[in-house]
Protein backbone atom coordinates (compact mmCIF):
# COMPACT_ATOMS: atom_id res chain seq x y z
CA UNK A 1 0.00 0.00 0.00
CA UNK A 2 1.09 3.29 -1.05
CA UNK A 3 1.26 5.74 1.33
CA UNK A 4 2.56 9.94 1.78
CA UNK A 5 2.85 10.85 5.11
CA UNK A 6 3.11 14.68 5.87
CA UNK A 7 3.85 16.24 8.83
CA UNK A 8 6.00 19.29 10.40
CA UNK A 9 2.79 21.52 9.98
CA UNK A 10 2.43 24.24 13.45
CA UNK A 11 1.39 27.78 14.40
CA UNK A 12 3.69 30.47 13.48
CA UNK A 13 4.48 33.98 13.24
CA UNK A 14 4.93 35.77 10.67
CA UNK A 15 8.68 35.44 9.38
CA UNK A 16 8.93 31.79 11.07
CA UNK A 17 10.26 29.08 9.15
CA UNK A 18 9.13 25.76 9.50
CA UNK A 19 10.20 22.69 7.73
CA UNK A 20 7.33 20.25 6.20
CA UNK A 21 8.34 16.63 5.93
CA UNK A 22 6.72 13.83 3.50
CA UNK A 23 7.57 10.20 4.17
CA UNK A 24 6.86 7.39 1.58
CA UNK A 25 6.13 4.05 2.29
CA UNK A 26 4.92 1.03 0.09
CA UNK A 27 6.89 2.04 -3.00
CA UNK A 28 10.44 3.89 -3.75
CA UNK A 29 9.54 7.37 -5.21
CA UNK A 30 13.38 7.97 -6.31
CA UNK A 31 12.49 8.35 -9.54
CA UNK A 32 9.10 10.28 -9.12
CA UNK A 33 8.27 13.86 -9.48
CA UNK A 34 7.29 15.18 -6.40
CA UNK A 35 5.33 17.77 -5.42
CA UNK A 36 3.77 20.13 -2.76
CA UNK A 37 0.47 22.10 -2.41
CA UNK A 38 -1.84 23.70 -0.05
CA UNK A 39 -5.31 24.54 0.40
CA UNK A 40 -6.45 26.98 2.21
CA UNK A 41 -9.75 27.80 3.82
CA UNK A 42 -12.60 28.17 1.01
CA UNK A 43 -10.21 28.02 -1.35
CA UNK A 44 -9.28 25.32 -4.27
CA UNK A 45 -5.84 23.77 -4.10
CA UNK A 46 -2.82 25.28 -5.27
CA UNK A 47 0.59 24.28 -6.26
CA UNK A 48 3.70 25.36 -4.28
CA UNK A 49 7.05 23.62 -5.52
CA UNK A 50 7.39 20.27 -7.43
CA UNK A 51 10.55 18.90 -8.35
CA UNK A 52 11.85 15.71 -10.88
CA UNK A 53 14.98 13.60 -9.10
CA UNK A 54 16.06 12.63 -12.46
CA UNK A 55 16.26 16.10 -14.44
CA UNK A 56 15.97 18.21 -11.58
CA UNK A 57 13.90 20.36 -13.05
CA UNK A 58 12.38 22.46 -10.39
CA UNK A 59 9.23 24.80 -10.01
CA UNK A 60 8.01 26.97 -7.69
CA UNK A 61 4.56 29.14 -7.23
CA UNK A 62 5.55 33.20 -7.99
CA UNK A 63 4.20 33.50 -4.24
CA UNK A 64 7.09 31.49 -2.60
CA UNK A 65 9.44 31.73 -5.21
CA UNK A 66 13.22 32.73 -3.31
CA UNK A 67 11.24 31.78 0.31
CA UNK A 68 10.26 27.99 0.09
CA UNK A 69 12.97 24.83 -1.02
CA UNK A 70 11.81 21.73 -2.17
CA UNK A 71 14.58 18.79 -0.93
CA UNK A 72 14.99 15.15 -0.59
CA UNK A 73 16.31 12.32 1.46
CA UNK A 74 16.57 9.66 -0.90
CA UNK A 75 17.59 7.14 1.40
CA UNK A 76 14.74 8.39 3.77
CA UNK A 77 12.46 8.18 0.86
CA UNK A 78 11.32 11.87 2.23
CA UNK A 79 10.77 14.96 0.66
CA UNK A 80 10.82 18.08 2.61
CA UNK A 81 9.77 21.76 1.95
CA UNK A 82 11.95 24.10 3.76
CA UNK A 83 9.59 27.49 4.25
CA UNK A 84 11.05 30.71 5.33
CA UNK A 85 10.00 34.43 5.95
CA UNK A 86 5.97 32.48 6.54
CA UNK A 87 3.51 35.25 5.63
CA UNK A 88 -0.08 35.15 6.64
CA UNK A 89 -1.10 34.46 3.52
CA UNK A 90 0.70 31.19 3.75
CA UNK A 91 -1.51 29.66 5.95
CA UNK A 92 -3.05 26.25 4.74
CA UNK A 93 -3.27 22.73 4.43
CA UNK A 94 -0.31 21.38 3.12
CA UNK A 95 -0.25 18.33 0.84
CA UNK A 96 2.82 16.28 -0.54
CA UNK A 97 2.19 14.81 -4.02
CA UNK A 98 4.25 11.69 -6.18
CA UNK A 99 3.40 12.10 -9.87
CA UNK A 100 4.20 8.80 -12.55
CA UNK A 101 5.10 10.86 -15.41
CA UNK A 102 7.00 14.90 -16.08
CA UNK A 103 7.38 17.29 -13.19
CA UNK A 104 4.04 19.85 -13.07
CA UNK A 105 2.07 22.21 -11.81
CA UNK A 106 -1.06 20.64 -11.77
CA UNK A 107 -2.81 18.41 -9.64
CA UNK A 108 -3.94 16.16 -12.39
CA UNK A 109 0.01 15.23 -12.50
CA UNK A 110 0.30 13.03 -9.53
CA UNK A 111 -1.64 9.74 -8.41
CA UNK A 112 -0.45 10.22 -5.01
CA UNK A 113 -1.54 12.27 -2.01
CA UNK A 114 -0.89 12.70 1.74
CA UNK A 115 -3.11 13.40 4.41
CA UNK A 116 -2.15 17.15 4.73
CA UNK A 117 -0.51 18.97 7.66
CA UNK A 118 -1.99 22.43 9.18
CA UNK A 119 0.55 25.15 8.85
CA UNK A 120 -1.12 28.35 10.43
CA UNK A 121 1.00 31.71 10.11
CA UNK A 122 -0.44 34.64 12.64
CA UNK A 123 0.30 37.54 14.42
Known amino acids: QVQLVESGGALVQPGDSLRLSCVAS????????MGWFRQAAGKEREFVAA????????YYADSVRGRFTITRDAAKNTVYLQMNNLKPEDTAVYYC????????????????WGQGTQVTVFS
Open 97 to 112: AAGAGRVGTSTHQYDY
Open 26 to 33: GRTFSSSP
Open 51 to 58: KSWISYTT
